[in-house]
């Protein structure tokens, strides 16, 4: 049973449009979500994250959306580069009494062409 | 600082082989964890550690032994590996408390079953 899920495999944009990445979730316990970022050989980083008690939060370039009603989250990459060509991870978590485990999605390959 | 550290970065074994894979961090971080992925299969949690001494079971740990006798190791073996284990594993980091919820990651062990 999936519970984070990342239907679109892969996306491919041009350099200074928006990239937008979706994540769907079903565990209506998850309260924290997180996006990482994936280049291939290396593990992934921490990119951006958003409370369930909000519905958007920004950081540079980087916009991440919740919607709670729909159980869904969306990272908008404004504008996008070649260098952010990389696999993004949606990630989610229920307050377990601090055991702080993740569930990932599968991920979607961003292609950031020139 | 060298963040998380993965030893080794790729290994081959024959079925039936045992080895231990080593998860250094150098953040004084209270939470480890130890995920692989597979294609398609975004990263799934094998085990983790909330604490030195401590080890608990994640989505996926048939086949998998952990152990965490130092803050700063966390290590995980593979007793007898089978084919089936062939994947790309990575370790994680994070602090304990606080519900930020950020882990970091090594750069990761690719390991080959045949």
């Known amino acids: 049973d999936q519970q984070v899920k990342q239907n679109s495999p892969s996306l491919s944009v041009q350099e200074g449009r928006i990239s937008i990445l979706n994540c769907d979730y079903t565990?209506?316990?998850?309260?924290?979500f997180l996006w990482y970022k994936k280049y291939p050989a290396e593990g992934p980083t921490f990119l951006i994250s958003i409370s369930s008690i909000k519905d958007k939060n920004e950081d540079g370039r980087f916009t991440v959306f919740l919607n709670k009603s729909a159980k869904h989250l969306s990272l908008h990459i404004v504008p996008s580069q070649p260098g952010d060509s990389a696999v993004y991870f949606c990630?989610?978590?229920?307050?377990?009494?601090?055991?702080?485990?993740?569930?990932f999605g599968k991920g979607t390959k961003l292609t950031v062409n020139p | 600082n060298a963040g998380v550290t993965q030893t080794p970065k790729f290994r081959v074994l024959k079925t039936g082989q045992s080895m231990t894979l080593l998860c250094a961090q150098d953040m004084n971080h209270e939470y480890m964890y130890w995920y692989r992925q597979d294609p398609g299969m975004g990263l799934r949690l094998i085990h983790y550690?909330?604490?030195?001494?401590?080890?608990a079971k994640g989505e996926v740990p048939d086949g998998y032994n952990v152990s965490r006798l130092k803050k700063q190791n966390f290590l995980l073996g593979l007793e007898s590996a089978a084919p089936s284990q062939t994947s790309v594993y990575f370790c994680?980091?994070?602090?304990?408390?606080?519900?930020?919820?950020?882990?970091?990651f090594g750069p990761g062990t690719r390991l080959t079953v045949t």
């Open positions: 550690s909330v604490g030195e001494g401590t080890t």
């Open positions: 565990n209506s316990m998850f309260d924290y």
């Open positions: 990630a989610a978590s229920a307050d377990q009494g601090g055991s702080e485990k993740l569930v």
């Open positions: 994680a980091s994070s602090y304990a408390g606080g519900r930020t919820y950020e882990q970091y």
